[in-house]
Nanobody
Framework: QVQLVESGGGLVQPGGSLTLSCTTS????????MAWYRQTLGKEREQVAR???????VYDDSVKGRFTITRDDAKNTVYLRMNELKPADTAVYYC?????????WGQGTQVTVSS
């Protein structure tokens, strides 16, 4: 059974930083595109960043310059470093590994940006 295990969410003040982690199997980590999505109540899940196996990264305009997606090959882990957080970044963040029609999701981790 494929698992993506996320951690690192929490409560942070505006302007603060958080780092999310997503650990998966070596096969998924090496072969699949790894991405972070977020979802707020009543809205569709949106992709905020993705990391291709080539190392190419793509960011949504809303997080460009503030969020960074990276990977640690030794730990089969992908990270999302979030800086300059805003209340609008409050959401449940999900990790996803996908390739073609095949996709696997993590359980989600809550990020709340509030003073």
């Amino acid at each position: 059974q494929v698992q993506l295990v996320e951690s690192g969410g929490g409560l942070v003040q505006p302007g603060g930083s958080l780092t999310l982690s997503c650990t998966t199997s070596k096969y998924i980590f090496n072969a699949y595109i790894m991405a972070w999505y977020r979802q707020t109540l009543g809205k569709e899940r949106e992709q905020v960043a993705r990391l291709h196996t080539s190392g190419w990264t793509v960011y949504d305009d809303s997080v460009k310059g503030r969020f960074t997606i990276t990977r640690d090959d030794a730990k089969n882990t992908v990270y999302l470093r979030m800086n300059e957080l805003k209340p609008a970044d409050t959401a449940v963040y999900y990790c996803k590994g996908y390739y073609g029609e095949v996709e696997y999701w993590g359980q989600g981790t809550q990020v709340t940006v509030s003073s």
